[in-house]
């Protein structure tokens, strides 16, 4: 008698591991979304505390042809070129947490000064859950 597995067996197994995996995916996913909105708030919250120093120097914040690359690099039009840091206001501009870049419009749609924001996971307007737009005007409300 030969000794090993029958096929039987083996679906049997892969099955019960096709359950478990998504049992525990069922309760990981919303940790995920909060570490990932989590991420959202401590990156626009340092994104924030870069555009004050920028307007503190600069007596305006950064437009938004300028962008957030203003707070890493000098632009060529600055008043006070003398004030820019060496290292900029910010080590490195984050990525949100689906690797694009946040957006930023001065002066703001939602906010006076500046919209800093996420189209979320799906990089569109709106949508729900993950895939819900996120900005400065939603942590500031809070």
């Given amino acids: 008698m030969k000794k090993g597995f029958t096929l039987i067996e083996l679906m049997a197994v892969i099955v019960i591991l096709g359950i478990l995996a998504t049992v525990v995916a069922i309760n990981v996913s919303p940790f995920l979304q909060r570490a990932n909105f989590e991420k959202i708030r401590a990156d626009i919250s340092q994104i924030e505390k870069a555009l004050e120093l920028y307007k503190f120097n600069e007596l305006k914040y950064p437009t938004t042809d300028q962008g957030l690359i ?17 290292d900029g206001y910010i080590s490195d501009v984050p990525m949100d947490p689906w690797g694009n870049d946040y957006l930023y419009l ?15 996971a799906d990089g569109v307007e709106g949508g729900v859950g993950e895939d819900a737009d ?5 942590i500031n409300s809070n």
Avoid: Q
Wanted: proline letters at 14%; charged letters at 20%; glycine letters at 8%.
């Fill in 106 to 120: 001065s002066p703001g749609i939602n906010n006076i000064s500046y919209d800093i924001y996420t189209l979320g």
């Fill in 134 to 138: 996120f900005g400065n005007w939603d």
């Fill in 70 to 86: 203003s707070l890493k690099k000098p632009p060529t039009d600055l008043k006070r070129p003398f004030l820019y840091p060496i």
